[in-house]
């Protein structure tokens, strides 16, 4: 679906592995190296392609940039997001562009958000995959601590934007508009909860977890939180506050 080449599937193999043993169906054995594929490909598809943190920016972007729009220009609400505007008028992504490029200019945030997404006048991310994430904030308490005041404020409605605002309020030399904060989301590989999925090893019955436990849980985020910023001034002044732990 993404048009991302990252591994092949043998979905033949796969699906003639399937079996049942003492009334419950269950994965032969000899099917490992695929369910191996699998597992690694979808998880390779949420750390590569979902969570690139291209993905990730553009989509808060045209979040922010629609949300701000309708909250500003009341009209927006009633013309695209109400019953009647999606089940009688048809309003679809045609209709939604077109109301972004009507009230692009209103004023210059919803200017500099559009600037941002439509002519890709992309700020920098402080890191681009988890691994950066653990390199630039050094510290793991410190790490954490970003993780958890990032989910804190994610839970309330426009709690990202309240973050943003308070941290310039904390911080001198930062304005509105020079930084973004935005989430990925990394979801592990796991069966629906109540369905368990089983492997057979000769005449035993394995969970799905009990063997691929490393592979599921690979990479030991479920959220990482994305700095995108406008230069190398609010980049400086951003790491080293991450860095010393007083962000706010």
Same mark, same amino acid.
Not at 4 to 31: M, V
Not at 99 to 108: A, E, G, L, T
Not at 192 to 218: H, P, T, W
């Given at each position: 679906?993404?048009?991302?080449?990252?591994?092949?599937?043998?979905?033949?193999?796969?699906?003639?592995?399937?079996?049942?043993?003492?009334?419950?169906?269950?994965?032969?054995?000899?099917?490992?190296?695929?369910?191996?594929?699998?597992?690694?490909?979808?998880?390779?598809?949420?750390?590569?392609?979902?969570?690139?943190?291209?993905?990730?920016?553009?989509?808060?972007?045209?979040?922010?940039?629609?949300?701000?729009?309708?909250?500003?220009?009341?009209?927006?609400?009633?013309?695209?997001?109400?019953?009647?505007?999606?089940?009688?008028?048809?309003?679809?992504?045609?209709?939604?562009?077109?109301?972004?490029?009507?009230?692009?200019?209103?004023?210059?945030?919803?200017?500099?958000?559009?600037?941002?997404?439509?002519?890709? /006048?992309? +700020?920098?991310? *402080?890191?681009?995959?988890?691994?950066? $994430?653990?390199? #630039?904030?050094?510290?793991?308490?410190? =790490?954490?601590?970003?993780?958890?005041?990032?989910?804190?404020?994610?839970?309330?409605?426009?709690?990202?934007?309240?973050?943003?605002?308070?941290?310039?309020?904390?911080?001198?030399?930062?304005?509105?508009?020079?930084?973004?904060?935005?989430?990925?989301?990394?979801?592990?590989?796991?069966?629906?909860?109540?369905? /368990?999925? +089983?492997?057979? *090893?000769?005449?035993?019955?394995?969970? $799905?977890?009990? #063997?691929?436990?490393?592979?599921?849980? =690979?990479?030991?985020?479920?959220?990482?939180?994305?700095?995108?910023?406008?230069?190398?001034?609010?980049?400086?002044?951003?790491?080293?506050?991450?860095?010393?732990?007083?962000?706010?």
């Amino acid at each position: 679906m993404s048009g991302a080449e990252l591994i092949a599937i043998d979905a033949e193999r796969l699906i003639s592995a399937y079996t049942i043993h003492n009334g419950t169906l269950a994965f032969s054995g000899k099917a490992l190296s695929t369910i191996g594929n699998l597992i690694y490909g979808r998880n390779a598809l949420y750390f590569w392609v979902y969570n690139h943190h291209i993905t990730v920016y553009t989509d808060f972007l045209f979040r922010r940039l629609i949300k701000y729009l309708i909250n500003t220009v009341p009209e927006g609400r009633e013309e695209l997001f109400t019953y009647e505007s999606i089940a009688e008028k048809l309003a679809d992504d045609y209709d939604l562009i077109t109301f972004v490029r009507k009230y692009m200019s209103i004023d210059d945030y919803a200017r500099d958000l559009y600037n941002q997404l439509f002519n890709r /006048a992309f +700020y920098k991310s *402080l890191w681009k995959t988890p691994f950066e $994430f653990e390199a #630039i904030i050094k510290d793991p308490a410190h =790490q954490d601590a970003f993780i958890r005041l990032v989910g804190q404020f994610r839970k309330e409605e426009d709690g990202l934007e309240e973050l943003e605002r308070r941290i310039i309020e904390a911080n001198n030399g930062l304005t509105k508009g020079d930084f973004y904060i935005a989430v990925a989301d990394f979801k592990p590989f796991v069966p629906v909860a109540g369905k /368990a999925v +089983y492997i057979m *090893l000769g005449d035993k019955r394995k969970r $799905f977890q009990e #063997i691929f436990q490393e592979s599921i849980y =690979q990479n030991p985020f479920r959220e990482i939180p994305y700095i995108f910023v406008k230069n190398d001034q609010v980049r400086n002044i951003l790491i080293n506050r991450l860095n010393e732990g007083r962000l706010l």
